[in-house]
C-alpha cells in the first residue's frame, strides 16, 4: 500500500449496508490460531482493529460502547463486587468497570490472546486498567470458563463479543446462558453486546428468547449511537433472574470519574425504549 490515502470499506451483508474509511497505511497484521487481525491507520478515526475483515474498534468511537456496556448494568445493580467479563479482548470495556472503586475483582476471559496484544501495541489507552491488582486477564474458552465457574460467585456479567459467527457463536445460546444463570448470584445481572436494534431485532428476540429459556426472566435492551457498526446504532441487552432495571441515579450523578458518553441523564434516556423496539419485544 502506498502512503496515498485510499479506502477501505466493509460490506455486511445482513444489513445490505456497508461503512468505509480512508486509511494511510497498515500498521500491523498478525494471524492467530482462531482469526486474522490488522490494524490500520486512518485520517480521521485514530487507529482501527478489523478481525477477520469485520471492524472491531477505532481510536475515535470506541469509548461509546465500552462505556454502554459497563456503566448502565454496574449503576443497576445496588453493590457490584465481582464482574467477568467474556470477550473484550481490548481491555476497554475492563478499564471501565474498574472505575467503579466497588469492584473487588474483574476476570476477563478471551479466547484469543492477540486481540490483546495488539490493543496493548495499537490501543494502549484502552489497557491503561491490565495492571490493577483487581484485574486478571484470562486467555481461554470463556464458554469453558463459565460452564465452571462457582454456582452464585458473580455479580456481574458482561459478554464482549464479536458477531454470533465463528468464536463468537457459542455465546448466544442456552448452553451458555444456563452457566450465566448459575454463576449470577440472585440480584446479578447479564449484559451482552445485541448488534443494531434497527435491523437485527430478530437476533435480539431470539436472544431474549433463549435467555429466558435459561431462567432469566426480566430484560432490557438499551440503545446507543456506534457508528463503526452496521447501520451506526448499536444495543446491549441486559437480563436478570429477578427484579427491574431502576438505576442507582445519584451515584451516577455523583460518579467521581471521568466518561465521554455515559452520564445519568443518557442512561435515564436509553432505558426509554423506542417505539417500534418496544412493540417488537413486546415491551
Known amino acids: 500500500m502506498t502512503n496515498e490515502a485510499q479506502w477501505h470499506y466493509e460490506n455486511f451483508e445482513p444489513t445490505g449496508s456497508s461503512i468505509g474509511y480512508r486509511i494511510t497505511r497498515k500498521l500491523d497484521e498478525v494471524q ?19 478481525i ?3 471492524v472491531m474498534l477505532t481510536t475515535r468511537d470506541n469509548f461509546l460502547y465500552h462505556e454502554m456496556m459497563s ?13 467477568v467479563i467474556i470477550g473484550g479482548g481490548d481491555c476497554g470495556t475492563l478499564r471501565e468497570v474498574l472505575k467503579h472503586p466497588g469492584v473487588e475483582e ?3 476471559c478471551d479466547i484469543d490472546e492477540q486481540v490483546t496484544r495488539m490493543a496493548e501495541k495499537w490501543f494502549p489507552e484502552l489497557c491503561d486498567s491490565n495492571g490493577d491488582q483487581r484485574a486478571q486477564l484470562l486467555f481461554d474458552d470463556g464458554i469453558a470458563y463459565m460452564a465452571n465457574r462457582p454456582a452464585g460467585s458473580v455479580d456481574l456479567i458482561i459478554v464482549d463479543s464479536t458477531d454470533p459467527v465463528g468464536p463468537a457463536e457459542g ?3 442456552k448452553a ?8 449470577l448470584r440472585e440480584d446479578g445481572i447479564l449484559v451482552q453486546q445485541s448488534e443494531s436494534p ?4 430478530k437476533l435480539i428476540q431470539e436472544m431474549r428468547t433463549e435467555m429466558g429459556k435459561a431462567g432469566f426472566n426480566t430484560f432490557k435492551t438499551l440503545p446507543f449511537p456506534q457508528p463503526c457498526y452496521p447501520t451506526g446504532w448499536w444495543s446491549c ?8 432495571f431502576d438505576f442507582r441515579q445519584d451515584d451516577a450523578q455523583a460518579k467521581a470519574f471521568a466518561t465521554k458518553y455515559y452520564n445519568a441523564g443518557i442512561h435515564h434516556g436509553a432505558l426509554s425504549t423506542p417505539a417500534f423496539v418496544a412493540q417488537a419485544l413486546g415491551e
Open 106 to 108: 474483574a476476570v476477563q
Open 176 to 183: 451458555f446462558y444456563d452457566s450465566c444463570f448459575r454463576a
Open 171 to 173: 455465546l448466544f445460546n
Open 71 to 83: 456503566h448502565p448494568a454496574l449503576f443497576t445493580h445496588a453493590a457490584p463486587k465481582n464482574v
Open 32 to 50: 492467530s490460531p482462531f482469526q486474522k487481525i490488522e490494524i490500520f491507520e486512518t485520517t480521521d478515526w485514530g487507529n482501527l482493529m478489523l
Open 198 to 201: 434497527l435491523m437485527l431485532l
Open 52 to 54: 477477520d475483515g469485520a
Open 237 to 244: 441487552t441486559l437480563a436478570r433472574k429477578a427484579g427491574g
